[in-house]
């Protein structure tokens, strides 16, 4: 199994000015990691996307790190002024940055649900959701890079809707980012969920929420509501309620054995949460077999 981390694991950092997105290929690479991925929101606003792609690469390459994914806002209903050509055009555009990065796969996200309270649920957008992944994965098979969309969002968040819409688009560069984790904000099993959603799986986020019903008090600062009013907060892997070893169980059991990409976002220091939570995660994934 190969071990990545998200650049988002180290925001905590990258605001308090004591890292630059740049800097953390390297603090990667000394913490252990086989790669890191990107997010399209750390890219400065001053250079173009391309440029900095390329200077993300040469970084990587030089510590000798894989640069595993890259993952990108996108909206198909709501976005680009609604103009769902605009936005399948600027999802596009990710996909050449990809491939400037090096990944293999890009992630997007497909929409955080109608601007306005209808009378039309998620089967209803499938369509012209599936339209715009369907668009956007064959332009990536063109360039070799696999695309996915990942259960995040509320929206488009709980397992059943995301298998949903890959069987929709039903084609083979197209899967899923399954986060371990993120089923929780749609108060999905994450057991269940990662079962139905493993052979779909592209590439694994791994992290953790503390979980509280939301039938007792607010627990305060750090914490947020899932989509059914349950309070969660990220934490260190192995600290928290979602149960990790019995996910990478599913996922072996189908065989996947691509990277597993830690996601960290607790109130922890973050390079203590990632430390841990990679030594606890390869610790885990030893268990799992």
């Given at each position: 199994?190969?071990?990545?981390v998200?650049?988002?694991?180290?925001?905590q950092?990258i605001?308090q000015g004591?890292?630059?997105?740049l800097?953390?290929?390297?603090?990667?690479?000394?913490?252990g990691?086989d790669?890191?991925?990107?997010v399209?929101?750390?890219?400065p606003?001053?250079?173009?996307?391309e440029?900095?792609?390329?200077?993300?690469?040469?970084?990587?390459?030089?510590?000798?790190?894989?640069?595993?994914?890259f993952a990108v806002?996108?909206?198909f209903?709501?976005g680009?002024?609604g103009?769902?050509?605009?936005?399948?055009?600027?999802?596009?555009?990710n996909?050449?940055?990809?491939v400037?990065l090096g990944s293999?796969v890009?992630r997007h996200?497909v929409?955080?649900?109608?601007?306005?309270?209808?009378?039309?649920?998620?089967?209803n957008?499938?369509?012209?959701l599936?339209?715009?992944?369907?668009a956007?994965?064959?332009?990536g098979?063109e360039?070799?890079?696999?695309?996915?969309?990942e259960n995040?969002?509320?929206?488009?968040?709980?397992?059943?809707?995301v298998?949903?819409?890959i069987n929709?688009?039903?084609?083979?560069n197209?899967?899923q980012?399954?986060d371990?984790?993120n089923?929780?904000c749609?108060d999905?099993?994450p057991?269940?969920a990662?079962?139905?959603?493993?052979?779909?799986?592209?590439?694994v986020h791994?992290?953790?929420?503390?979980v509280?019903?939301?039938?007792g008090?607010?627990p305060?600062?750090?914490?947020?509501l899932s989509?059914?009013g349950n309070f969660?907060?990220?934490?260190?892997?192995?600290?928290?309620n979602?149960?990790v070893?019995q996910?990478?169980?599913g996922?072996?059991?189908?065989?996947?054995?691509?990277y597993?990409?830690?996601?960290?976002e607790?109130?922890?220091?973050?390079?203590?949460?990632?430390?841990?939570?990679?030594?606890n995660?390869k610790?885990?994934?030893?268990?799992?077999?």
């Amino acid at each position: 199994m190969r071990y990545a981390v998200s650049i988002y694991s180290f925001m905590q950092y990258i605001r308090q000015g004591r890292l630059t997105p740049l800097a953390c290929i390297a603090k990667a690479k000394e913490m252990g990691f086989d790669a890191i991925e990107f997010v399209d929101f750390v890219f400065p606003k001053e250079e173009e996307p391309e440029a900095y792609a390329r200077k993300i690469r040469a970084e990587a390459d030089r510590v000798g790190i894989a640069v595993s994914n890259f993952a990108v806002g996108a909206d198909f209903l709501c976005g680009s002024g609604g103009s769902l050509e605009e936005e399948i055009c600027k999802v596009k555009r990710n996909v050449d940055i990809a491939v400037e990065l090096g990944s293999s796969v890009l992630r997007h996200d497909v929409t955080g649900g109608p601007s306005n309270r209808t009378y039309q649920g998620f089967d209803n957008y499938l369509d012209r959701l599936a339209r715009g992944c369907l668009a956007v994965t064959e332009y990536g098979a063109e360039k070799g890079i696999r695309t996915m969309t990942e259960n995040h969002g509320y929206f488009s968040q709980d397992s059943r809707r995301v298998e949903k819409l890959i069987n929709t688009v039903a084609h083979e560069n197209f899967g899923q980012l399954v986060d371990i984790g993120n089923f929780l904000c749609a108060d999905d099993d994450p057991v269940t969920a990662v079962g139905r959603c493993a052979p779909y799986a592209f590439y694994v986020h791994i992290k953790d929420f503390i979980v509280k019903s939301g039938e007792g008090p607010n627990p305060g600062e750090g914490f947020f509501l899932s989509r059914g009013g349950n309070f969660l907060r990220g934490t260190i892997i192995g600290h928290g309620n979602v149960p990790v070893v019995q996910c990478l169980r599913g996922l072996r059991r189908i065989g996947y054995d691509g990277y597993l990409s830690i996601e960290f976002e607790g109130m922890e220091d973050c390079l203590q949460g990632i430390s841990v939570g990679l030594a606890n995660l390869k610790r885990y994934a030893e268990e799992a077999g």
